[in-house]
């Protein structure tokens, strides 16, 4: 989740020296080049398409000066990011991205009014508030941002830390009079998708 | 048509208000700061949620005026809520929790904020004040 900024630039990638097992590949190698210059000047080509949907969407009325705008900073801003986030978020099946947020809106829906109930009708002594250490299958930091992100937006529970292996996440319960439901319900609700989305 | 966005806007402003207020009436009735942060984070989202909807479909409807910051609001809301609470939640657990309350991670391994790494965090190692001026 908090990952240390490397120093220097961003180390390259294996992927993006293709020079080694091209030995006498002198044929084509201008398609490898052309991928790595992709990379250098869209590290991050969802990024750049956020970043220039977000200024268009600020700038919230259509000109073609805006877009030309919004492509400039839609480049520059992950180039000058790249360095704190060398890897790329891997996906492997970005289309089941839309129905994990729908999930989540749904469940925030939920959540808010299990809240408010708890808030306003639970007496205090029947509250059991309880921590919870969450095992992760996850291994990507994105997924685990999410999951982190997701677990603190629903039901009664927020999450406080992460260990520091990365292997676990600890949480908090509202009110949790059986933890291992609450255990079950993000492995099998989230994780298990975001398993499906994340790479 | 205007009458009905009129009647929803009115709808989506007393729910996000209801919300609202419910949020901030348990973060005076939770009983300790843990479950204060549950209040918050939750009953909040949804509060301002309904009135940024509210205040999109009167842009939209009422005044015929398309609209899209209110869709920026909301993701900027579900991207430093989460982080909000996880910064209270660590400053808390730093404050007034014994590591030896919480659960462990794993047998070998301690949370983040406790780590080796943290060692040198200046919310673990407060520092001195600085020198008051006169």
Do not use: Q
């Not at chain 2, 949020?23 to 939770?30: I, N, P």
């Amino acid at each position: 989740m908090t990952r240390p900024a490397p120093p220097g630039p961003a180390p390259t990638r294996p992927a993006a020296t293709p020079a080694a097992p091209h030995r006498h590949g002198a044929h084509h190698p201008a398609p490898h080049r052309a991928a790595s210059l992709m990379r250098r000047i869209l590290p991050h080509p969802g990024v750049s398409l956020i970043v220039a949907l977000v200024w268009m969407m600020l700038v919230n009325r259509f000109a073609w000066g805006s877009l030309v705008f919004a492509v400039v900073l839609g480049v520059v801003v992950p180039v000058m990011t790249a360095p704190y986030w060398p890897d790329r978020a891997g996906f492997r099946s970005p289309g089941r991205i839309a129905g994990y947020i729908g999930i989540v809106l749904i469940d925030i829906a939920k959540a808010n009014i299990a809240v408010a109930r708890i808030v306003l009708f639970m007496p205090k002594r029947d509250l059991r508030p309880c921590w919870l250490t969450v095992p992760l299958d996850l291994t990507s930091p994105e997924a685990i941002t999410v999951l982190a992100g997701t677990i603190t937006l629903t039901p009664g529970t927020v999450s406080c830390d992460l260990s520091e292996d990365g292997r676990a996440l600890l949480v908090h319960c509202l009110h949790a009079p059986d933890p291992d439901a609450v255990l079950d319900e993000i492995k099998t609700r989230y994780e298990s998708r975001l398993k499906e989305i994340f790479r | 048509m205007t009458a009905l966005a009129e009647i929803v806007v009115a709808l989506l402003l007393v729910v996000g208000g209801v919300f609202g207020a419910v949020g901030s009436w348990g973060l005076v009735r939770l009983p300790d700061p843990m479950t204060r942060l549950h209040a918050p984070t939750k009953a909040a989202t949804l509060g301002v949620g309904s009135v940024l909807i509210a205040s999109m479909v009167f842009s939209w409807f009422v005044l015929g005026r398309p609209t899209w910051h209110e869709l920026l609001i909301a993701l900027f809301i579900f991207l430093t809520a989460p982080i909000t609470g996880l910064f209270i939640a660590k400053a808390h657990m730093h404050l007034s929790w014994d590591r030896r309350e919480l659960p462990r991670a794993e047998p070998d391994t301690d949370w983040a904020t406790f780590g080796d790494s943290a060692e040198e965090s200046p919310m673990v190692r407060a520092p001195e004040p600085p020198p008051r001026c006169e």
